[in-house]
């Protein structure tokens, strides 16, 4: 089992930028694929984006052009780089692993989940 832990989030205005890192501890952390979601209050977690093991990315269609999913097999680390943030992306943003090195972006799919961090977009 992989364990997660996520860093990077809080208050930002309109328009700016923040970038979320999750750290991995595990063997195998490169032969995962690596995913972001997001809850909002009285919401369903969402599928942001996802990393596959060679570095091919996914994303859902409201943050496409805004947001960034890299990783760095080194560090055991993924980011996820947001900008021209929105009011309508405050939401608590997980990293999960998945169970298999190809993208997915069912919940169900990922075995490992971060505590979570929240980001905050002040309009």
């Known amino acids: 089992q992989v364990q997660l832990v996520e860093s990077g989030g809080g208050l930002v205005q309109a328009g700016g930028s923040l970038r979320l890192s999750c750290a991995a501890s595990?063997?195998?952390?490169?032969?995962?694929?690596m995913g972001w979601f997001r809850q909002a209050p009285g919401k369903e977690r969402d599928f942001v984006g996802a990393?596959?093991?060679?570095?091919?990315?996914r994303y859902t269609d409201s943050v496409k052009g805004r947001f960034t999913i890299s990783r760095d097999n080194a560090k055991n680390t993924i980011y996820l780089q947001m900008n021209s943030l929105k009011p309508e992306d405050t939401a608590v943003y997980y990293c999960?692993?998945?169970?298999?090195?190809?993208?997915?972006?069912?919940?169900?799919?990922?075995?490992?989940w971060g505590q979570g961090t929240q980001v905050t977009v002040s309009s």
């Open positions: 999960a692993a998945a169970r298999s090195p190809d993208i997915t972006t069912m919940p169900a799919d990922f075995g490992s």
């Open positions: 990393i596959s093991w060679t570095g091919r990315t």
């Open positions: 595990g063997r195998f952390f490169s032969s995962y694929a």
